[in-house]
Protein backbone atom coordinates (compact mmCIF):
# COMPACT_ATOMS: atom_id res chain seq x y z
CA UNK A 1 0.00 0.00 0.00
CA UNK A 2 1.61 3.52 -0.99
CA UNK A 3 1.83 6.55 1.29
CA UNK A 4 -2.10 7.75 -0.47
CA UNK A 5 -3.70 4.56 -0.28
CA UNK A 6 -2.64 3.99 3.62
CA UNK A 7 -3.96 8.02 4.30
CA UNK A 8 -6.99 6.78 2.08
CA UNK A 9 -7.51 3.72 4.84
CA UNK A 10 -6.96 6.07 7.94
CA UNK A 11 -9.77 8.65 6.67
CA UNK A 12 -12.10 5.92 5.67
CA UNK A 13 -11.32 4.43 9.16
CA UNK A 14 -11.66 7.94 10.95
CA UNK A 15 -15.23 7.80 8.97
CA UNK A 16 -16.47 4.43 9.76
CA UNK A 17 -15.53 5.08 13.61
CA UNK A 18 -17.65 8.38 13.51
CA UNK A 19 -20.39 6.69 12.59
CA UNK A 20 -20.74 4.98 15.76
CA UNK A 21 -22.27 8.27 16.86
CA UNK A 22 -25.32 7.33 18.36
CA UNK A 23 -22.96 6.88 21.29
CA UNK A 24 -21.52 10.09 21.18
CA UNK A 25 -23.26 12.96 23.90
CA UNK A 26 -25.23 14.89 20.53
CA UNK A 27 -27.07 17.24 22.85
CA UNK A 28 -24.99 19.89 22.70
CA UNK A 29 -25.41 19.65 18.57
CA UNK A 30 -29.14 19.34 19.07
CA UNK A 31 -29.60 22.03 21.50
CA UNK A 32 -27.37 25.02 19.22
CA UNK A 33 -29.52 26.95 17.93
CA UNK A 34 -27.61 29.71 15.54
CA UNK A 35 -27.71 29.71 11.74
CA UNK A 36 -24.89 27.89 10.15
CA UNK A 37 -23.30 31.44 9.23
CA UNK A 38 -23.24 32.45 13.07
CA UNK A 39 -21.90 28.71 13.69
CA UNK A 40 -19.13 29.90 11.63
CA UNK A 41 -18.17 33.31 12.90
CA UNK A 42 -18.29 31.47 16.65
CA UNK A 43 -15.53 29.04 15.34
CA UNK A 44 -13.21 31.63 14.38
CA UNK A 45 -13.97 34.03 17.11
CA UNK A 46 -12.98 31.54 19.06
CA UNK A 47 -9.91 30.91 17.41
CA UNK A 48 -8.15 34.19 17.83
CA UNK A 49 -8.26 36.40 20.99
CA UNK A 50 -9.68 39.22 19.12
CA UNK A 51 -9.71 39.04 15.67
CA UNK A 52 -10.62 42.45 13.80
CA UNK A 53 -14.41 42.93 11.95
CA UNK A 54 -12.68 43.35 8.74
CA UNK A 55 -10.37 40.09 8.75
CA UNK A 56 -13.83 38.43 10.14
CA UNK A 57 -15.70 39.58 6.97
CA UNK A 58 -12.70 38.48 5.02
CA UNK A 59 -12.24 34.58 6.29
CA UNK A 60 -16.24 34.21 6.25
CA UNK A 61 -16.30 35.31 2.86
CA UNK A 62 -18.86 38.19 2.98
CA UNK A 63 -19.51 41.90 3.39
CA UNK A 64 -18.39 43.83 6.31
CA UNK A 65 -21.95 44.47 7.32
CA UNK A 66 -23.13 40.81 7.15
CA UNK A 67 -20.25 40.03 9.46
CA UNK A 68 -21.57 42.75 11.64
CA UNK A 69 -24.84 41.64 11.83
CA UNK A 70 -23.66 37.91 12.74
CA UNK A 71 -21.41 39.38 15.26
CA UNK A 72 -24.56 41.41 16.70
CA UNK A 73 -26.46 38.25 17.07
CA UNK A 74 -23.80 36.59 19.06
CA UNK A 75 -23.16 39.22 21.16
CA UNK A 76 -27.21 39.78 22.21
CA UNK A 77 -26.72 35.50 22.90
CA UNK A 78 -23.71 36.53 25.00
CA UNK A 79 -21.29 34.52 23.19
CA UNK A 80 -18.93 37.48 21.80
CA UNK A 81 -18.10 40.71 22.82
CA UNK A 82 -16.40 43.55 20.79
CA UNK A 83 -13.63 45.66 22.38
CA UNK A 84 -11.19 48.50 21.06
CA UNK A 85 -7.69 47.58 19.58
CA UNK A 86 -5.50 48.87 22.21
CA UNK A 87 -3.30 50.33 19.51
CA UNK A 88 -5.99 51.45 17.42
CA UNK A 89 -9.59 52.68 18.74
CA UNK A 90 -10.84 52.77 15.60
CA UNK A 91 -10.39 49.22 15.00
CA UNK A 92 -12.82 47.37 16.70
CA UNK A 93 -11.78 43.51 18.20
CA UNK A 94 -14.33 40.71 18.64
CA UNK A 95 -13.73 37.85 20.84
CA UNK A 96 -15.50 35.03 22.73
CA UNK A 97 -16.90 35.60 25.83
CA UNK A 98 -16.38 32.59 28.64
CA UNK A 99 -20.00 31.40 27.55
CA UNK A 100 -19.29 31.59 23.81
CA UNK A 101 -15.50 29.32 24.71
CA UNK A 102 -17.51 26.65 26.74
CA UNK A 103 -20.23 26.29 24.01
CA UNK A 104 -17.42 26.23 21.56
CA UNK A 105 -15.70 23.73 23.85
CA UNK A 106 -18.59 21.59 24.69
CA UNK A 107 -19.08 21.41 20.81
CA UNK A 108 -15.49 20.10 20.12
CA UNK A 109 -15.10 17.35 22.90
CA UNK A 110 -18.84 16.05 22.94
CA UNK A 111 -17.38 13.02 20.63
CA UNK A 112 -15.35 12.34 24.10
CA UNK A 113 -18.40 10.08 25.48
CA UNK A 114 -17.73 7.79 22.53
CA UNK A 115 -14.08 7.47 23.68
CA UNK A 116 -14.30 5.25 27.48
CA UNK A 117 -16.13 2.39 26.63
CA UNK A 118 -14.49 2.11 23.17
CA UNK A 119 -10.68 2.88 25.31
CA UNK A 120 -12.12 -0.10 28.12
CA UNK A 121 -12.26 -2.68 25.52
CA UNK A 122 -9.27 -2.64 24.25
CA UNK A 123 -6.57 -4.74 25.58
CA UNK A 124 -3.46 -3.42 26.95
CA UNK A 125 -1.16 -3.63 24.08
CA UNK A 126 -4.06 -2.09 21.69
CA UNK A 127 -4.47 0.88 24.21
CA UNK A 128 -0.50 1.48 23.99
CA UNK A 129 -0.67 1.74 20.20
CA UNK A 130 -3.27 4.14 20.36
CA UNK A 131 -1.66 6.05 22.82
CA UNK A 132 1.21 6.73 21.06
CA UNK A 133 -0.73 7.18 17.95
CA UNK A 134 -2.51 10.14 19.15
CA UNK A 135 0.85 11.92 20.45
CA UNK A 136 2.37 11.26 16.94
CA UNK A 137 -0.61 12.96 15.68
CA UNK A 138 -0.34 15.43 18.44
CA UNK A 139 3.13 16.26 17.61
CA UNK A 140 2.17 16.86 13.77
CA UNK A 141 -0.78 18.84 14.71
CA UNK A 142 1.66 21.15 16.89
CA UNK A 143 4.33 21.24 14.13
CA UNK A 144 1.75 21.96 11.23
CA UNK A 145 0.48 24.77 13.63
CA UNK A 146 3.98 26.96 13.65
Known amino acids: MDRGEEIQDI ?3 QDE ?6 MWDVKPWLGLDMSTPQFKALILIYEEEGVRMRELAR ?3 GSFSNATVLVDRLVDRGLVERMADSQDR ?5 RATNNGQRLV ?3 ITSW ?3 SPSLLKALEPGDLTKVSEALRVLVKAAQ ?3 R
Open 17 to 22: LIRYRA
Open 59 to 61: RLG
Open 143 to 145: SNN
Open 112 to 114: RSL
Open 11 to 13: LQL
Open 90 to 94: RVVLV
Open 105 to 107: EQL
